[in-house]
């Protein structure tokens, strides 16, 4: 770093000089060891083996899906809805939020969890979990959000709009005043996205 600034004739203030005059040499520490224990692949397949116990059939949409929050919420809606239950449908990766001038609460997570209830419509025995596995999604006080066939109906119920909730990007303050809000706390480790999205029996009347 010292030699990167001097050839830029970059003098740096004080106390970054005399932090990294104290700092030790690279060439003085012993060389580290990386053991990698989970990756987000192993976060799906202890799913789908709990799942697979309980007799559902378990349909892997991948560890590695990203994209825009809204948009992949839209896809797996309509994946949910055209799926035969009972059934899980897993994916795992990183999802993004295109943030306007003024955005509310939350993270990609419940801005998923949202977009996908809206997708959804109520549609009966579908119910759905989205989180981070590190415990924290975006600046919300969560992990992620819940969402289920009364999703919409009982927030409606209470005053609110989901539809302008997830156009001002306040899907964390909308589960929040729901009580569908995923709070784990610090879970101390992060092996990226976690989405599950329960597809129950058919109902012959309903379906």
């Known amino acids: 770093a010292l030699r990167v600034l001097d050839a830029w004739s970059v003098t740096p203030p004080p106390a970054v000089s005399r932090h990294l005059a104290l700092a030790r040499p690279l060439s003085g520490h012993s060389p580290g060891e990386y ?4 990756r987000p692949r ?7 083996r709990a799942a697979r116990t309980l007799g559902w059939r378990v349909v892997d949409l991948g560890d590695a899906v990203d994209g825009e929050a809204r948009g992949v919420a839209r896809d797996h809606a309509s ?28 993270g990609p997570h419940a801005e998923y969890a949202l977009a996908l209830a809206l997708e959804l419509n109520g549609a009966a025995g579908i119910y759905a979990l989205a989180c981070d596995t590190d415990g924290s999604d975006g ?30 990007h306040d899907a964390g303050a909308f589960f929040e ?9 610090p879970t101390r480790t992060n092996v990226n996205d976690f989405r599950a999205i329960l597809v129950g029996p058919e109902d012959p009347i309903n379906r």
Do not use: Y
């Open 139 to 168: 600046a919300g006080p969560g992990a992620g959000a819940m969402v289920g066939p009364d999703t919409l109906s009982r927030a409606r119920a209470i005053g609110l709009d989901p539809r302008a909730a997830l156009e001002n």
């Open 42 to 48: 192993d976060a799906l397949d202890a799913a789908a």
């Open 79 to 106: 994946r949910a809805l055209a799926t035969r239950g009972p059934a899980l449908l897993l994916s795992g990766g990183e999802l993004t939020v295109p943030l306007g001038t003024s955005p509310g609460q939350g």
């Open 177 to 185: 005043r729901l009580g569908a809000t995923v709070k784990t706390g």
């Open 35 to 38: 053991r990698l224990i989970a």
